[in-house]
């Protein structure tokens, strides 16, 4: 099965900065990569889809970028509401692993 | 407006089985392709398995941890999705949410395994 794995785990920024969040693949998933954002005790919520398709409603500070293994989610300007865990997954095929999840905290 | 709303978690004992339903309202259910996704608290999501729709084939897919033991159907003439659990192991304790390929997601509904 492929794995995937975020990085960091954890990260603490100022408000504006710029935050970025890697996840890679263990094996070529084209651009099968989707973006989630959970605030705590919150449900999921889908913020990109094929690496880079911003969902309707989202904030345009949210982009994605990547294909094949390596991909990113960039917050460009980071808010006070974009407090929570940020989780990739992958929808090629199943099982449509998630990585591990990133924690983003204000600084 | 789009609502998934999950419904009979509970506490259960080892080795016992629950059958979860999420009730689908605000699109075309028949059509779409369902998934199910649990998260132990305080944990990451872990994909538990999806059904197709029956034009994609109506075929389930599982989870490693879960296949054997758990089974996802769906009643297209109620707008409804299944899991059910059997064999259930403590290591099953979780919140269990369905969502739908495109994003929209249920509340969850709790189910511990506990003696």
């Known amino acids: 099965d492929i794995q995937m794995t975020q990085s960091p785990s954890f990260l603490s920024a100022s408000v504006g900065d710029r935050v970025t969040i890697t996840c890679r693949a263990s094996?070529?998933?084209?651009?099968?990569l989707a973006w989630y954002q959970q605030k705590p005790g919150k449900v999921p919520k889908l913020l990109i889809y094929?690496?880079?398709t911003l969902r309707s409603g989202v904030p345009s500070r949210f982009s994605g970028s990547g294909s094949g293994t390596d991909f990113t989610l960039t917050i460009s300007s980071l808010q006070p509401e974009d407090v929570a865990t940020y989780y990739c997954q992958k929808y090629d095929s199943a099982p449509l692993t998630f990585g591990g999840g990133t924690k983003v905290a204000i600084k | 407006e789009v609502q998934l709303v999950e419904s009979g978690g509970g506490l259960v004992k080892p080795g016992g089985s629950l059958r979860l339903s999420c009730a689908a309202s605000?699109?075309?259910?028949?059509?779409?392709?369902m998934n199910w996704v649990r998260q132990t608290p305080g944990k990451g999501l872990e994909w538990v398995g999806r059904i197709r729709s029956k034009t994609g084939g109506g075929t389930t897919e599982y989870a490693a941890p879960v296949k054997g033991r758990f089974a996802i159907s769906r009643d297209d003439s109620k707008n409804t999705l299944y899991l059910q659990m059997n064999s259930l192991k403590t290591e099953d304790t979780a919140m269990y949410y369905c969502?739908?390929?495109?994003?929209?997601w249920g509340q969850g509904t709790l189910v511990t395994v506990s003696s």
């Open positions: 094929a690496a880079s």
């Open positions: 094996q070529d998933i084209s651009s099968y």
């Open positions: 605000g699109f075309t259910f028949s059509n779409a392709w």
């Open positions: 969502y739908r390929a495109g994003g929209n």
